[in-house]
């Protein structure tokens, strides 16, 4: 995550209070930079993190190919908010389908650029959402995966 992202900081406290329901255990580990990448995974190796939960952070998302990397590097499968990323060799997703968002922003576009006062625009959420499952990757880090979760995938990186 990015302490300095407020976005970043909400997420963090979602999880932090799903987490014990679920069984899980988490650390929170802090990347500001692009170069802060390798000295975060490292720290989570010497935690001995069992995967990655990456939130929803516009640092990583822009340098995912280097998230991916280090995930690679360091062996630890991941659940990603990006299908890039799964598709880049990352364990998993599960996101937002980009070409809705793109589309929602187009018809709110419109409408400012027609005389609606932006603040009157009600807020929306992402409505359609994607599993990928890259097996791949999964084979590489000697993981099998559950039949029910491949049925249930949108995509499945062969």
Same mark, same amino acid.
């Given at each position: ?30 990347? *500001? ?35 991916? *990397? ?89």
């Amino acid at each position: 995550t990015n302490a300095n992202d407020p976005i970043a900081a909400v997420q963090e406290a979602d999880l932090r209070a799903a987490a014990p329901g679920l069984g899980f255990e988490l650390q929170f580990f802090d990347v *500001r930079r692009p170069a802060d990448l390798p000295a975060g995974f490292d720290a989570v190796m010497r935690w001995r993190a069992d995967a990655v939960l990456r939130v929803a952070e516009p640092l990583l998302t822009q340098h995912r190919a280097a998230l991916v *990397r280090e995930l690679q590097r360091h062996r630890l499968p991941s659940m990603l908010v990006s299908a890039a990323e799964a598709r880049e060799g990352g364990l998993m997703s599960y996101a937002s389908v980009e070409q809705s968002e793109y589309r929602a922003l187009a018809l709110y576009v419109d409408r400012v650029l027609r005389g609606a006062d932006p603040a009157e625009l009600p807020i929306q959420q992402a409505t359609h959402f994607e599993l990928l499952v890259n097996l791949r990757t999964a084979r590489s880090l000697g993981l099998g995966v559950p039949q029910a979760l491949l049925l249930r995938a949108d995509e499945v990186i062969e």
